[in-house]
């Protein structure tokens, strides 16, 4: 028991290094120059979910095990973990031996830092919360790895659905969290309500720190300030609904994290193209926070374009620049594409079966 | 927002939304002083990333035509709320009142702003354990009594996967726990029978077996208990967990159930039959040796 909790607690920096790992294989492209370790780790976040929904879409859609996605994205992630560590290691080098300087010449400001996440993370992660969503969210993961199947029994029941539900088809990020579950043998109730929940509140205050860092500049009592009250109105702005109960309470649906990772991030991003507009790599970046949020949840398809045309209508129109809703209709192609589905899934257009025709017993 | 609806609240469901969402926490009010703040004080760095954003959420968002509008698209009645976290409240509220301790001349004087700050944070917030805090029982973050549950059923039960009904919390947690046990009741009929929709007429003449045994569970209705039982059959139920409390114990004891144990607040009753369908897995193996992996793609 007391093992077990031990391995969840030090899944949350696995995650993290695991996020950097993939993101350096794009942050670290443009060399030392502008290479950042919490810039890395976010990118890592969005490309590493873009990744995993490739073969867990094919393998779910041909009624393979679980086991079979468990086995092969092991593989596919220590492959790619060790390929970012052969082409990146110099930058890492260059880039940890300034953090340490670094660190060492605002050691008050890395020690607030620490207190600040690591009392949210200690009041959140020792706390009991009972919410119905879970009934579905983390009884899918669940039910996955009981049954070594993906998304193809009702997680409410445990009765056999006769076809994927297309409103959790292409949200595959508790697949994952099954998938990590199978891995490393942990509970899907630890995966999900102590080890994910750690990992999006690090991954949420990481952004709270760059927008922080892009307002205020290099002052850092005001950085540390701004990532306090954040911690401080999140645990305020409280009913059912809010983005910020649901970071607190319910990281096990994606949607939690569409809310306090990827709007936080468009906000960023934002910030970065009031400067450079022109810049194509904000631009990626935003392409890949948009693809990779169809795959925490199906809730993104709606919200992730609403929220790019909020920020982009004014900066296109500040910047006189017809360009600017171009990328921004660029970037939410894969949320419309993923929208038009799912009308066309509603109407009854098609449906994605869990068996093949010649499966005629069910 | 499962009662709210834009076809009956039409271009006031925005107003009914913003007050469910908020629920007594006064945040979106501070957001629109910041933004207020930002519009008479703030550099023009600070209105490019917040206020002009901002006004063009006011003009959609929170514009009372668009969830009509956009409702006679898709069903958004129980989802509108959610556009809502398009107003970055969390941020802007932070920033600003980093910005204004950061204008502060002595650390004493930061101290009394973030102190004063605080309390008007939480003056007008609602705080996140505010009916108490409760600390995880395990690592699981579930109530001991639910792995106790899952134990007594697996040691009673000869097959894999037993199907169960419980109490309302119990069904909603033990399939987190242990996806093994089957429930015949899912979250939406729960939420419907603890709701009063299922009516004595519909107990009565409707043969559905999931209202039939919630009208029992969670009604506490004494239908006759041919019925119950057939409805017990009907949906292959092996094992209700009930209250201690529970006044619908003597009533199980009657139709035939066998208490087979108990917990602290929970009672197991096991009801056994000879029509019981005990449910397997299908056998996907068959598939997979039919049918080549990635076939689907190539028809």
């Known amino acids: 028991m007391t093992l077990q909790m031990l391995m969840g607690i030090m899944m949350i920096p696995a995650n993290l290094i695991l996020y950097f790992l993939f993101g350096s294989l794009i942050t670290a492209r443009r060399g030392n120059k502008d290479f950042s370790i919490s810039m890395t780790v976010l990118t890592g976040f969005f490309v590493y979910y873009c990744l995993f929904d490739i073969p867990c879409l094919v393998i779910m859609l041909n009624w393979r095990p679980l086991s079979w996605l468990g086995n092969l994205w092991g593989v596919l992630m220590g492959i790619i973990c060790i390929i970012s560590c052969i082409f990146n290691h110099k930058v890492w080098k260059d880039k940890f031996s300034r953090l340490i300087v670094l660190l060492a010449k605002h050691k008050a400001f890395a020690a607030a830092v620490i207190v600040i996440v690591a009392a949210q993370l200690a009041i959140i992660l020792n706390a009991y919360q009972f919410t119905l969503d879970a009934a579905y969210y983390v009884a899918n993961v669940t039910t996955s790895l009981q049954t070594n199947t993906m998304n193809i029994y009702d997680p409410y029941t445990g009765d056999w659905l006769n076809h994927f539900e297309m409103r959790y088809l292409f949200a595959t990020y508790p697949m994952n969290d099954a998938v990590w579950c199978y891995l490393t043998g942990i509970h899907p109730l630890l995966w999900t309500k102590t080890i994910m929940a750690g990992t999006a509140l690090v991954i949420s205050n990481i952004i709270y720190y760059r927008i922080a860092l892009e307002l205020f500049g290099r002052k850092t009592s005001a950085i540390g300030s701004m990532l306090f009250f954040a911690g401080v109105v999140n645990f305020f702005y409280i009913s059912i609904f809010t983005s910020s109960n649901f970071m607190l309470t319910r990281t096990y649906e994606g949607k939690s994290l569409i809310g306090n990772i990827v709007m936080p991030m468009i906000i960023y991003i934002f910030i970065k193209l009031n400067e450079e507009h022109i810049s194509r790599r904000f631009w990626r970046l935003l392409f890949l926070v948009c693809l990779g949020s169809t795959i925490l949840s199906n809730s993104a398809n709606m919200l992730v374009p609403a929220m790019v045309g909020v920020f982009g209508l004014p900066l296109a129109i500040r910047k006189r620049s017809i360009k600017v809703i171009v990328n921004c209709l660029i970037c939410i192609i894969p949320c419309v594409i993923l929208l038009l589905a799912y009308v066309g899934y509603v109407k009854g257009l098609f449906v994605f079966y869990t068996y093949p025709p010649l499966f005629g017993k069910h | ?299």
Not at chain 2, 65 to 72: R, Y
Not at chain 2, 174 to 181: E, V
Not at chain 2, 189 to 203: K, P
Not at chain 2, 266 to 275: A, Q
Request: overall charge negative.
């Open chain 2, 1 to 299: 927002m499962q009662t709210l609806t834009v076809a009956e609240s039409g271009f006031l469901y925005i107003f009914k939304c913003i007050e469910y969402y908020s629920s007594g926490c006064f945040y979106l009010l501070l957001y629109a002083a910041a933004l207020a703040f930002i519009f008479f004080k703030g550099t023009e760095k600070e209105k490019a990333v917040f206020l002009w954003p901002g006004i063009v959420t006011l003009l959609t968002v929170f514009n009372p035509l668009t969830p009509v509008v956009i409702n006679s698209i898709f069903d958004i009645n129980k989802e509108y709320y959610r556009f809502l976290w398009i107003a970055p409240v969390t941020l802007v509220l932070a920033y600003i009142s980093a910005r204004f301790v950061a204008q502060m001349n002595t650390t004493g004087e930061r101290i009394i702003a973030a102190a004063g700050i605080c309390l008007i944070l939480a003056g007008s917030g609602v705080y996140l354990y505010s009916s108490g805090y409760t600390k995880a029982a395990n690592i699981y973050k579930m109530p001991e009594e639910v792995i106790q549950v899952a134990d007594i059923i697996h040691k009673d039960s000869d097959h894999e996967y037993p199907r169960a009904v419980c109490d309302y919390n119990m069904n909603m947690e033990l399939r987190q726990y242990d996806a093994s046990i089957m429930l015949t009741v899912d979250r939406e009929a729960y939420m419907n029978a603890v709701a009063g929709g299922i009516t004595d007429d519909m107990l009565k003449y409707d043969e559905n077996p999931v209202n039939r045994i919630l009208g029992v569970v969670v009604m506490g209705r004494q239908i006759p208990k041919e019925d119950f039982i057939k409805a017990m059959d009907d949906s292959n139920t092996e094992y209700i967990v009930l209250d201690h409390y529970s006044s619908m114990q003597y009533y199980l004891k009657k139709a035939g159930l066998k208490k087979i144990g108990e917990t602290g607040t929970r009672v197991i009753y096991r009801y056994t039959s000879k029509n019981t369908e005990v449910f397997t897995l299908p056998d996907y193996s068959e598939v997979w040796k039919q049918q080549k992996f990635l076939s689907l793609w190539q028809h």
